[in-house]
């Protein structure tokens, strides 16, 4: 018996001196990829609640209950900014939540505000796919490692270290985007939900929507991008996985380009967005596989 009350006190004192206990150490992000970037620099000492998941649609996307739950125990939130979703959901998540700390890194970027908008709908203030560049990856990476730091003070050191390994992988991924545009010329690609303006500005591409304003194209538009694929000798029509594929292969049928579908939403943003590069590099040098 003495012995058994001993285990439990021993367990009691363990689970109350544990310092990163999940629940008091959660910070939830809007969407997958900044959790690659808290990962990267905080290494175990968070866990990250992610709001939109990968494979859901960022700009509708609407909560379960278990991740509010985890919502009302995080010390800090990190938003996007621009995202529908948030425009709908971020208010009421400070109001559930009113202790948390907060970072918005769409402050930290240059935005992409688009020239037009259609009154009868809402859309967002900005593009808010920024994190697909990784010029807005290195100004993503060093906010967040202030915000944790801030957070958590006494790892400093560990974030540091952290945080100048991760540079080292965005700036390796830049060195590979700067190449896409390094023969001259503004080479042009075509995608369906237009989530690659950022990677299109800085590294001088030009990016040629299929969907416009958040709507399918009519057939007058789909005449017109059939046109410019043809003209451009276009051979790949990039659809984000979370999308429906039909309207991009009327054009990719049309101007003999290949569907190819791309994840920038994907938990692993140093894969992903390689991986949309990579794919670039390879149309734009006609060598597809």
């Known amino acids: 018996m003495k012995r058994i009350t001993s285990l439990l006190i021993f367990l009691l004192i363990l689970s109350c001196g544990r310092r990163n206990e999940p629940e008091s150490k959660i910070i939830t992000v809007s ?12 290494g175990d000492n968070f866990t990250v609640n992610v709001m939109v998941p990968a494979g859901s649609n960022p700009h509708i996307y609407e909560p379960y209950p278990e991740q509010l739950s985890k919502l009302r125990k995080s010390v800090a939130y990190i938003s996007n900014g621009y995202l529908g979703f948030e425009v709908t959901w ?36 900005a593009d808010p796919h920024y994190w697909v560049s990784p010029l807005c990856a290195m100004k993503m990476a060093s906010s967040v490692k202030d ?13 540091e270290e952290n945080y100048k390994v991760l540079m080292e992988r965005i700036m390796e991924t830049d060195s590979r985007a700067k190449e896409l545009s ?28 299929v969907e416009f304003e958040g709507k399918e194209p009519d057939p007058s538009r789909l005449i017109g991008l059939i046109e410019r694929g043809n003209k451009d000798n276009l ?30 939403l994907s938990e692993d943003w140093y894969s992903s967005t390689n991986e949309i590069i990579s794919i670039l590099k390879d149309s734009f040098e006609g060598v597809l596989k």
């Open 235 to 264: 051979n790949v029509v990039l659809v984000q996985r979370e999308y429906d594929t039909k309207n991009a292969r009327v054009v990719a049928d049309e101007i003999g380009a290949r569907v190819i579908i791309i994840d920038p």
């Open 31 to 42: 969407i997958a990829p900044f959790k690659y970037f808290i990962e990267a620099i905080s």
């Open 147 to 159: 915000f944790l730091t801030g957070l958590d003070p006494e790892n400093r050191g560990e974030y």
């Open 182 to 209: 390094s023969s001259g010329g503004k080479k042009a690609f075509m995608i369906y939900h237009p989530n690659l303006a950022y990677l299109a500005r800085d590294y001088g591409l030009e990016e040629i929507a």
């Open 90 to 125: 971020l208010d009421r998540f400070y109001e559930m939540n009113r202790s948390m700390k907060k970072l918005d890194l769409g402050n930290v970027i240059d935005p992409i505000v688009p020239e037009h908008h259609d009154e009868g709908h809402h859309f967002e203030t």
